[in-house]
């Protein structure tokens, strides 16, 4: 039963699903508070090499240095998106460009890469890695088995992140503050709110998540250091943010979707079932996807329900607001 | 006391050039103590660099190789975020009209066609491809008032998956499926001799084939300038780029401009594509480490930033960053940091970027006393 292709498909979904949950749910932050980066890709690098580095270093118990693993990769996102914050909310800059100058700095061509081989990383399995915590006799329980109990403590820890991100945007005052700073700047700043120190800080804590969303990859993935080595996942979070509407929960959903989506042309290789260009359909339909919700958020007044933040993008002046 | 800045009522002309030249010197300050940092001698790896890049022999066909794509995704950047519309897909409209030329040229070459012919067809048809595919984000942001500049860029994924798709997952008509090597790798099936772009031999350092693209890209610059600086079309988009309500009531059809603006920045992506497949790889590259990448679309629109949207200056600049790309390529490995090239290139930009703060506002030191005469009056506009 476990073996039934739909099981793997939502269980792999939700491995595969994890690095775009944790990527979604930082640019999700950085995007209500009316910030676009468009350096996820490259900030998810960053966060990879250098989790990669810190397990290769710590000696001592594999647990200590996992999880020294994974705040180093959220300092080293938020240090990357530190740039992009000064950048975009202190000087003013086009969000696009900056965001694309980031995944170019920290990128499969940059600052990723010569950390890689300055530390000498390549071609070394790592030290230590993440596994499934449950007993083999509980992973093997139909259906739940493969689904919850075969993940690894990353996987549950991206749940509790949904949970406190969607708690913290829909229920708190400060996550209430940050939907206004990234509707309405001025109005927020009216009612005395701090809209530049708000962008700072959700874009850098934004920053964090996607390099946790890097660490994923070498901790736990592929745990191994390859340049470029999370192949486009950056994007897929970006596009994810919007396929989910601007909602953490929704980004889950739409997560382990995209993941299983990433699955399925294996899967169905591997069972000698043909679906016409498998590949090409099931690479492209989280970017088609995310066209036509674009398309339907754009549609009058849609976007203000559906939660798209209207001063995405748009950097705050408080002279000129 | 307070810094602070203020918009300027005029952009001096000068800052326009030396906030560009100060990036490069402050990046490269930067990335050499980011090597010295790291144990390297910054001094050796930037000669390495620029002997790579311009000096050594056959170092500049491998720059010009690298710039002319460059060339054109920064002029298609240039001409779309100028008037404000935000085409990041050139990337995606590159792959499309590397598809449509590669298709005209295997067509009409192997049909026995007149090589200039050919190639002009090639022109075209890459062209075609490209602003078919900008077309997509345009009408979406035309009549449905939907962002194009996170449609694009999905595009861009879509369209390199169709081109791995055609070498790699199909027996496409762009593939080779005949011969020893079809088997063993996909490869896409090489343009007919009638169909091969031509370069142009200049006799200098040795001999520099300069490609048959970097010519046209010239001539895109030029008419680009001319398009936008002397034209009433150029003239009009100007103005919906600066206030889309202004150019409403002054009777500009928008829904028309945003569709050209769109369609001419998607063309010369597409030409760049052809001139892929023409002037340098002579087949389709569907290899998804292959010219997916190489990352042109976005790379022109840093190269388009640092031009400050001016087409020759788009020109210049794609010949510098080109420069260091193909010093990037060539040093791989051989005792050279890999990924300087990345880094030094983000912080360029970073600085460039930073520095247009100061080209659009000056800055000014406030003294606390005075923060009191800043605050509006009652009832004053904000």
């Known amino acids: 039963m476990n073996n039934a292709l739909l099981v793997v498909l939502i269980a792999s979904g939700v491995a595969y699903g994890t690095p775009l949950l944790y990527g979604a749910l930082g640019e999700l932050l950085a995007e209500r508070s009316g910030v676009l980066n468009l350096g996820v890709e490259g900030m998810m690098l960053v966060g990879a090499v250098m989790a990669f580095w810190t397990v290769q270093k710590v000696t001592g118990s594999s647990a200590l240095a996992l999880v020294l693993g994974v705040l180093v990769a959220a300092f080293s996102g938020a240090v990357m998106a530190a740039i992009h914050a000064f950048l975009v909310v202190t000087l003013r800059a086009s969000q696009i460009v900056s965001g694309l100058a980031l995944t170019i700095f920290a990128g499969a061509v940059g600052l990723s890469s010569y950390l890689g081989s300055d530390l000498n990383l390549a071609d070394k399995p790592a030290a230590h890695t993440f596994h499934a ?9 139909p259906i739940v088995g493969p689904i919850v109990f075969g993940q690894n403590p990353l996987v549950y820890a991206s749940w509790v992140c949904v949970i406190a991100v969607g708690y913290y945007l829909a229920r708190t005052r400060p996550g209430l503050s940050v939907r206004a700073v990234g509707e309405s700047p001025g109005a927020a700043d009216a ?8 962008r700072y800080v959700h874009t850098i804590v934004g920053g964090a998540f996607a390099g946790v969303a890097g660490s994923t990859f ?29 909602r953490a929960e929704l980004c889950l959903v739409g997560a382990y979707f995209f993941g299983a989506l990433q699955a399925l042309a294996p899967e169905l290789q591997a069972r000698n079932i043909s679906l016409g260009p498998t590949e090409l359909w099931t690479n492209s339909t989280p970017y088609v996807a995310t066209v036509v919700v674009l398309v339907l958020v754009s549609w009058r007044g849609a976007a203000r329900r559906l939660g798209a933040p209207a001063s995405l993008g748009v950097p705050y002046v408080r002279e000129e607001g | 006391m307070r810094l ?36 390297h ?20 066909d491998q720059t010009l190789i690298a710039a002319t794509p460059l060339a054109f995704t920064g002029l298609a950047a240039a001409a779309a975020f100028r008037m404000r519309v935000f085409n990041i897909g050139a990337e995606g409209q590159l792959y499309l009209g590397a598809i449509v030329a590669a298709a005209a040229g295997l067509y009409l070459g192997g049909r026995g066609g007149a090589s200039p012919g050919v190639i002009a067809a090639m022109v075209v048809a890459g062209a075609g491809g490209g602003a078919a595919w900008a077309a997509i984000p345009g009408v979406l942001r035309a009549f449905f008032r939907t962002s194009e500049i996170l449609t694009s860029l999905m595009l861009n994924y879509v369209a390199g998956y169709l081109l791995t798709y055609l070498i790699f997952q199909s027996e496409s008509y762009w593939r080779q499926t005949t011969g020893f090597n079809a088997k063993v790798f996909p490869t ?42 002397r034209t ?21 059809r928008t829904r028309r401009k945003i569709l050209a603006v769109m369609a001419i920045s998607g063309a010369l992506a597409g030409i760049g594509g052809a001139s892929q497949v023409g002037d340098f790889a002579h087949a389709l590259d569907g290899d998804p480490n292959g010219l997916q990448k190489q990352g042109y679309g976005y790379s022109g629109i840093v190269v388009a930033a640092l031009g400050r949207y001016n087409p020759f200056a788009v020109l210049l600049i794609a010949f510098l960053i080109g420069g260091l790309d193909n010093a990037g390529n060539t040093l791989q490995g051989a005792n050279f940091p890999s990924g300087l090239v990345g880094v030094i290139q983000g912080i360029i930009l970073f600085s460039a970027l930073g520095g247009e703060l100061l080209v659009r506002h000056r800055p000014r030191v406030v003294r606390r006393a005075s923060v009191a005469e800043a605050t509006p009056l009652p009832g004053a506009v904000q």
């Open chain 1, 133 to 141: 915590i449950f007993p083999a006799s509980m992973q093997g329980w």
């Open chain 1, 191 to 198: 009612m005395g709110i701090d809209v530049v120190k708000y």
């Open chain 1, 218 to 246: 070498t901790l736990a993935l592929t745990p191994q250091w390859v340049n470029g080595i999370t192949g486009g996942a950056g994007w897929i979070a970006i596009a994810l943010v919007i396929f989910a509407f601007w």
């Open chain 2, 4 to 39: 602070t800045v203020e918009r300027r009522l005029e952009q001096p002309r000068w800052l326009g050039l030396v906030v560009p030249v100060v990036s490069v010197v402050f990046a490269l300050l930067v990335a050499a103590l980011v090597l010295l940092a790291t144990g």
């Open chain 2, 41 to 60: 001698d910054p001094l050796s790896s930037y000669r390495q660099l620029f002997d790579a890049a311009f000096l050594s022999t056959g170092s500049i």
């Open chain 2, 188 to 229: 896409g099936k090489p343009l007919p001799s009638n169909a091969v772009w031509p370069p142009w031999l200049l006799h200098a350092q040795g001999g520099i084939d300069l490609p048959l693209g970097a010519g046209i890209a010239l001539l895109a610059a030029l008419a680009l300038w001319v398009l936008y600086r």
């Open chain 2, 232 to 252: 009433r079309f150029g003239f009009e988009v100007q103005v919906l780029g600066d206030s889309e309500g202004a150019a409403r009531y002054a009777g500009v």
